[in-house]
């Protein structure tokens, strides 16, 4: 048998296992090819990322699903693949040309693209192999991007029949516009910023015969209407001031003109019931060509207000701006207000903050412009997509969720869908230039096909010319649960993992994503694209602080893995994966679970090391294709029932293991058994309902305390034992492999490698009867029968473990003190219980001599522990000396009021409180706080000591 390293190493160890792994197929879903289906498609990422914290939470899991799913027999596809990120993809190609001097512009369309899928090519697979690295159980035979032929074919399908049934349509609105990448956005992809800016009051002054003034707030001496504003330079395309017709101050000045500053125009003074009366003077300039709100009011009014364009593609102001043409937005801005105070036209100027959209992905602030684009009447599909989740037939969790989905819905808006860039799905749309005849002029020249066009089916001419745009990338993802699985043809992986299970995604992308798929898999696929929809929480500095490379608080989840391991990477992720609370990350709680590797390494290679000790009749290595089969670990008069074959892959029932050596067991392994099966109903039941957290949790309490800290302990004084040696080595085997593949779905790597050693040990009546090939595809654990009565009378023990430690520990008594102990209880059931397990109680707490009974009295002299159904006594009669002790304590003390008194000369200094970083005013408060309590501890320790120095004068 081959033993296991003295430590264990990541290095090497994940790439063998992984590579392992793809190559024998387990990720596939033909692995378990007669289980229910289970099904997740990845989030696709983008083909220019990199792997970040985001991704590794939600890869992670995902994984964890998968991989539990699939150890409980379901015929599971996790379905990767990669989205091509429209302006993302483009922004970074473009940089590389202009690093060469040249613009996409310059060297044409055709060869622009053609460079895109080039870099694609070379860079593309970056994030493929990240996630790798991570230990996903993707199955990536069947990877999908969203511009590969079955999808650029889904996309144009779903693209005709929607501007078929008219849900498709183009028109000349206001919409987002980005200057720096040139494209239309949707509200969704203008991220807003609460930032510093001015408002500034204009005197917009009236066309003579002006008002009488008067004297209310926004009418001046002079003849003036005091209009307040934040964009100065839009005043140029000002077709009116709009004020509230409830508005006492300015009714008598509805229908009045007035005289556009910087301009030779004249503009109205008009009534709209949208108009804030509160914001500045109540009177607001409307400029329908550069804001929304001032867009609808135009419409509102009639006849419609006309548009000036005053700000183009560019950012550049344009010609109908008159000196100003031809200067940046944000110069004319500084001009307009030059010229205005040389006219005396400023009233004063104000700090004021508000909130500034930019491109979600340049940063570059947006500019509102009217332009041509495509849109999507979303609607009627809203509905649809709100009934299906009030009905619960997607759930979304945590529910809270819930809210928010139906406030986006109830209130969405028709969605652009054309974006101005080269790199993307292409619009299948054809213009006829001639519109020879009626029916051609009556569909404007637009022809939509699947297949490209050459001949207009309106009118016969050949004079067609594509639509430039392409389109948003969300538009190829919104179909991604049923394109990637073959759709529009019926495929069979379509008929087998349509509907998804489960979609595991971040809340930013609820609404880009997640609401369009649920109405895209509604309209076309007649049903739900997922059951249910988990959002996990966003990752966080230590502080609580978002990540972002401006503050430098970025972590990188490869160096983690390199430094930690990935075992204890994703164990970190999934223990503080809470619903509806973000995780606050630091590379110390990394570091802890790394711990928790090296504890499981160890616990298997004390076990692994101690079959030795055991009769060798009774052990054989798998390695010797000679040695003989299955001779008796236990009485051959009395053998335990084999574990049953099922499924043809070498698993086996944990029941029948469990229920037939049972009974041959001490209470310390009943207990663990007993516990061992409440940790995988804990653990199956968190899945479930998707607390990652708290199934982490359960598996780490049960390896970490009761199965290393207790069990292990415990056997130790057994393993030599003749007569029960080997049903603690049994016991000890059974709860090992057990535990690893209730772990294996969080820690596939390190699991993985121990259970493969454990698979070389044979002949022990537990083990499997046809050997599994690997723990990814071995038998998830099943409920087990717990046993009530051995956890309550193993809690008497461990209590009582427990008290003496606590006395030894807070009396500072030598470990290799021999000290008497006398436990009084409650019951005669629980001194049966103690005195049956008296051997375990005396070597653990290292009492010489233990006594036990419900008539025990308290020496004087002793120290003592009050638990739930003992007390616990230890003389300490020439085991402790008070005078010693009293005065260790009192130095100690005065150790630590010295670092009270610095710490709080720190608190109460101003400059420091101002000066230092928040985290570590935290840091010093949290250290005050620990001290102090300290502190608090070591005066009762004196006291006790006072007292029993007392009892023995």
């Known amino acids: 048998m081959t033993e296991l390293n003295k430590s264990y190493i990541p290095e090497g160890t994940e790439d063998k296992w992984y590579e392992e792994w793809v190559n024998k197929g387990y990720f596939t879903p033909e692995i378990n090819p007669s289980g229910e289906p289970y099904s997740i498609v990845i989030p696709p990422p983008n083909v220019t990322g990199s792997l970040h914290m985001g991704h590794a939470l939600n890869a992670t899991l995902q994984d964890v699903l998968a991989r539990w799913k699939r150890m409980c027999g379901f015929k599971v596809l996790w379905l990767p693949g990669t989205d091509h990120a429209g302006i993302a993809t483009q922004n970074v190609v473009e940089r590389q040309l202009s690093a060469e001097k040249l613009t996409r512009h310059q060297i044409g369309r055709d060869a622009f693209v053609e460079r895109v899928w080039k870099w694609k090519a070379e860079y593309g697979g970056r994030i493929i192999h990240q996630l790798k690295r991570l230990g996903a159980s993707c199955d990536w035979s069947r990877e999908r991007f969203t511009l590969d032929e079955g999808l650029s074919r889904a996309v144009k399908e779903v693209f005709v029949r929607l501007y078929e049934e008219g849900l498709i349509y183009r028109d000349n609105r206001l919409i987002n516009w980005c200057p720096r990448c040139r494209t239309a956005l949707s509200d969704l992809e203008v991220e807003h910023e609460e930032l510093d800016g001015t408002l500034t009051y204009i005197r917009y002054p009236f066309t003579p015969p002006a008002p009488p003034p008067l004297n209310k707030v926004g009418i001046v001496e002079g003849g003036y209407l005091i209009v307040a504003t934040t964009r100065p330079e839009t005043m140029l395309g000002d077709t009116a001031v709009a004020v509230n017709p409830s508005d006492e101050r300015y009714k008598d000045l509805i229908g009045k003109t007035i005289s556009l500053p910087l301009t030779e125009r004249k503009i109205p003074v008009i009534a709209d019931s ?137 209130n969405i808006k028709d969605w652009c869908i054309s974006r101005q860039i080269w790199w993307g799905h292409r619009i299948p749309v054809w213009y006829c230039q001639e519109m020879r005849n009626a029916e051609c002029r009556i569909q404007n020249g637009v022809i939509v096909s699947r297949d490209m066009s050459k001949i207009c089916p309106h009118c016969g001419s050949e004079e067609l010319i594509r639509d430039e745009d392409v389109l948003d990338t969300w538009f190829s993802s919104s179909l991604w649960p049923f394109s990637t699985l073959g759709w529009p043809d019926d495929t069979s992986d379509l008929k087998t993992f349509y509907p998804t299970s489960v979609l595991v995604t971040a809340f930013d992308i609820l609404f880009f994503w997640v609401a369009r798929m649920t109405m895209m898999g509604l309209k076309f696929m007649g049903d739900v694209p997922f059951r249910d929809v988990y959002i996990h929480a966003i990752i966080r500095d230590a502080t609580g602080q978002k990540m972002s490379k401006s503050k430098g608080n970025v972590i990188d989840p490869l160096v983690i893995i390199d430094k930690y391991g990935t075992d204890a990477f994703r164990f970190t992720l999934c223990a503080f994966a809470a619903q509806g609370r973000d995780i606050k990350f630091s590379e110390e709680r990394v570091e802890g679970y790394r711990h928790f590797v090296n504890k499981l390494w160890n616990a298997a290679r004390f076990i692994m090391m101690n079959l030795k000790t055991v009769n060798s009749n009774e052990i054989q290595d798998t390695s010797d294709n000679n040695a003989p089969s299955n001779p008796p670990l236990f009485s051959s008069a009395n053998p335990p029932e084999c574990g049953k074959i099922r499924g043809g892959r070498g698993s086996y029932d944990d029941i029948t293991r469990y229920s037939s050596l049972n009974e041959s067991l001490d209470l310390a392994g009943r207990w663990i ?53 080997a049903g603690v080595m049994w016991c000890l ?101 103690l005195k049956t397990n008296l051997h375990y109680i005396k070597r653990l707490s290292r009492s010489a001599d233990v006594e036990i009974g419900s008539d025990i009295k308290k020496p004087l002299d002793a120290a003592s522990c009050i638990k739930n159904y003992m007390e616990i006594y230890v003389p300490l009669k020439g085991v402790l000396n008070t005078d010693t002790e009293i005065d260790r304590l009192t130095k100690e003390k005065n150790k630590v009021e010295e670092a009270i008194a610095f710490i709080e000369r720190k608190l109460l200094n101003e400059d420091f409180l101002k000066r230092a970083p928040a985290d570590v005013v935290k840091k010093e408060k949290a250290r005050h706080k620990e001290l102090t309590e300290k502190r608090e501890r070591i005066e009762d320790n004196i006291k006790k000591m006072r007292e029993l120095k007392a009892a023995n004068s």
């Open 733 to 833: 085997l059974h709860t090992l492999e057990t535990s690893l593949r209730i772990l294996h779905p969080f820690m596939p790597f390190v699991t993985e490698e121990i259970w493969q050693h454990i698979m070389q040990i044979s002949n022990f009546k537990f083990q499997i009867s046809k050997k599994t090939e690997s723990i990814v595809i071995a038998e998830y654990p099943k409920s087990l029968q717990r046993d009530r009565k051995a956890e309550t009378e193993m809690s008497y023990v461990i209590d009582a473990i427990t008290g003496i430690r606590t006395i030894r520990g807070e009396l500072n008594i030598s470990p290799s003190a021999g000290i008497t102990t006398r436990v009084k209880t409650f019951s005669e059931k629980i001194t049966d219980v």
């Open 673 to 725: 058994l007993s516990r061992l099966g409440a940790t995988v109903d804990e653990v199956n039941s968190s899945l479930e309902e998707y607390r990652f957290n708290d199934a982490a949790n359960s598996i780490y309490q049960f390896i970490w305390h009761e199965f290393c800290d207790w069990y292990i302990e415990l056997s130790k004084s057994e393993i030599n034992n003749p007569e029960s040696g």
């Open 274 to 410: 949208a108009v804030d009366m509160t914001f500045g003077t109540g009177a607001v300039k409307v400029t329908p060509a550069h804001d929304f709100n001032d867009e609808a009011i135009a419409k509102r009014q009639t006849p419609s207000l006309p548009s000036v364009v005053v700000i183009g593609k560019d950012g550049i102001m344009t010609s109908d701006t008159g000196k100003y043409a031809g200067l940046d937005r944000y110069e004319c801005r500084k001009q307009v207000l030059r010229d205005l105070k040389d006219l005396q036209l400023i009233e004063k100027e104000e700090k004021h903050m508000h909130a500034i959209g930019h491109c979600y992905r340049c940063k570059t602030i947006i500019e509102p412009l009217q332009t041509l684009q495509w849109y999507v009447d979303v609607r009627s599909l809203a509905v649809d997509a709100i009934d299906i989740v009030r009905k619960g037939k997607i759930k979304i969790v945590p529910q809270s969720w819930e809210n928010s989905y139906f406030g986006w819905m109830e």
